[in-house]
């Protein structure tokens, strides 16, 4: 990117290298040209307000998209003809206002709008009525990382598309994680404790103590002591096997959980169907529970039903350098 200042933008740059005698490195500007910049402002046509930008000349601009109800946003247009379409590629060379168009949504179906807050704009997308949303690519936002889209912006409940349904106009909410809350979240995982459980850490495995057996390899204790650390021989610890792929054809008793494509599920009753069909439910995780996939540790971020080693599943994989801590 070239240097500017006080309006200006440097035209040309030239590079003096260094020799044997000195290591500076020097740069000399050649000329200073008048920088530009113009305003773009939106007519939302109806919809919700849109503030104007200042976008410097001869640049692009990313597409905001506004909301209406009963409407979809169908792109921003240099008239109020509409006409022309604004994208993503054209450039700015002048002050210009451009104006929304909205298409009114069809029967029996509703409007899905995505909430980014400081992240990349994502389009809305109508959806027919009792469907389900398809996953839009994920937003990005410099120094974080995207956890997830949840159904509300408290981020209590994550949105899961492989199972959630459309019943009426809906918004979904974009939660980011800073490195430093990842860290956060991993130490209170690893120091959790309430009076049912305790997690702990040994070497390189995470065990958790719990009423119902389901935790980190899913261990199972009787009258354990929980200052005791696993292995130690002073707590009794019972380690069986950490939650399974399902396996087609196999007699599931209920309780049972098993990972089937996107989602971990729960048996309701017993049952040798396919996950997803009459006897089986999405079971959904609190933040802080751990479970263990393809002998790797997980934290959830928040509450999820979405197996970990989907991409923004709302779990958090836990490396060796965190035990212990």
Known sequence: MMPSING?????????APTPETSNLTL?????TPSYTYNVTFNSNGGSTVSPITVMDGSTFEIPYPTRTNYIFDGWYKENSLINKWTESTIVTENITLYAKWNTVPANSYV???ETGEGSTVAPQTVVYNDKVARPADPVRDGY???????????????????????????????????????????????????????????????????TGLGVYYIKTVNTAYGHTPGDGK????????????????????????????????????????PGSTGWQVKTFSQYDVIVYQDLPYVATTSTGLRPTVKNSGWLLITSSWFNQ
């Open 112 to 114: 899905v709008n995505f």
């Open 235 to 274: 707590s009794t610890w019972i380690e069986a096997s950490a939650l399974l792929d399902y396996v087609a054809g196999t007699n599931y008793v209920a309780g049972s959980f098993v990972y089937y494509n996107d989602y971990i599920y729960q048996a309701t009753t017993q049952t040798s169907s396919v």
């Open 145 to 211: 990382s995207f956890v997830g889209w949840y159904k509300d912006s408290s981020f209590t409940n994550v949105w899961l598309f492989e199972s959630d349904l459309v019943t009426t106009n809906t918004t979904l909410y974009a939660r980011w994680m800073t490195l430093e809350q990842a860290i956060t979240l991993i130490q209170g995982a690893l120091n959790y404790n309430d009076t049912n459980n305790k997690i702990y850490s040994k070497g390189n495995i995470v065990y958790e103590v719990t009423s």
């Open 8 to 16: 200006y933008w440097a035209s040309s740059i030239s590079l003096n």
């Open 28 to 32: 000399t500007v050649g000329e200073w």
